[in-house]
């Protein structure tokens, strides 16, 4: 387990890279949806933060929006804090409030906001509310750290809810991990009519960036989904794939991200492949866009 961990974010060993802030560039927000579980948004989402923060060395902040935790007990921070849950419901939210709930990974550049079961009663309760600000909590959240980092990176339960829509509210970029077969397929419509509807709404400036595959096996049954999703126009594909590897779950048992447990496995090897080509596309600002 990294040193430091349980820490809180004020307590940072980098505070002074911090402090220094990102250049002015603010911050960009990566959401990893799907609303299917078992396709690998918490793996690809705490790999893709990983990656950021340890080869392009970015300062990443990751977000748990997931009930579950996943992403938090992935970085060994799951526990009785609240975090996004906390945040989502806060009074009176101010900078200090959102740095208490930002722990450190033990991964240089690397914070995260963890979640846990409370999340089921804050997503209640914004429900409840239902004024106009209700889809922008979590952006207004966002904006006491948007100078404080160069990405953030949400990893989000796989469910239509008021946290999700936050969630898409508060995002530049929606990337959406898909299973090579018919189920998965079979929301990833409804999905995107969702992107779109809170990009008409909400988020004038959310980009769904496209879809791309994990779990295949099955070179002729891959390659079958890629072109049928490719024909069908629903979204963009990207290129870099990942394919199965019994390190992922070996990874999440171990609560380490694959550059560090196995950094020589094709799934280390994909995800680099997949933040690059993440980067590039902000880059050259492909995607759909309305």
């Known amino acids: 387990m990294p040193d430091g961990q349980s820490q809180r974010g004020n307590e940072r060993l980098y505070r002074v890279r911090l402090a220094q802030g990102n250049g002015g560039t603010g911050m960009r927000t990566l959401a990893i949806v799907n609303l299917k579980g078992g ?3 918490t793996v690809s989402a705490a790999n893709v933060a990983h990656i950021l923060a340890t080869v392009h060395h970015k300062k990443v902040l990751l977000v748990d929006a997931d009930k579950q935790g996943s992403a938090s007990r992935y970085f060994q921070v799951y526990g009785e804090h609240d975090g996004t849950a906390a945040l989502l419901l806060a009074d009176g939210l101010d ?9 450190r990974t033990g991964y240089y550049g690397l914070d995260i906001i963890t979640s846990n079961l409370e999340l089921y009663a804050a997503d209640r309760a914004l429900y409840d509310r239902q004024d106009a600000d209700t889809a922008r909590v979590l952006s207004s959240v966002l904006d006491h750290v948007r100078n404080d980092y160069d990405f953030c990176i949400i990893d989000n339960g796989p469910s239509v809810d008021t946290v999700t829509l936050n969630v898409l509210a508060a995002a530049d970029d929606v990337l959406i991990p898909i299973r090579p077969d018919e189920f998965s397929f079979s929301g990833l419509l409804d999905l995107v009519e969702q992107v779109d ?16 595959f994990t779990h295949w096996q099955n070179r002729e049954t891959f390659a079958q989904a890629r072109r049928s999703l490719e024909d069908s126009g629903i979204c963009p594909v990207l290129q870099t794939a990942i394919s199965y590897n019994p390190k992922v779950p070996e990874s999440t048992l171990e609560e380490k991200p694959l550059c560090v447990f196995a950094p020589r496995s094709w ?7 997949l933040t ?8 050259s600002g492909k995607g759909k866009e309305g």
């Open 267 to 273: 799934a280390a090897i994909q995800y680099k492949k």
């Open 39 to 41: 396709v690998g948004k």
């Open 95 to 103: 900078a200090e409030a959102v740095e208490r709930a930002i722990y």
């Open 276 to 283: 690059a080509e993440y980067l590039a596309l902000t880059d």
């Open 197 to 212: 509807g809170v990009r008409a709404a909400v988020n004038p400036g959310l980009t769904l960036r496209g879809a791309f």
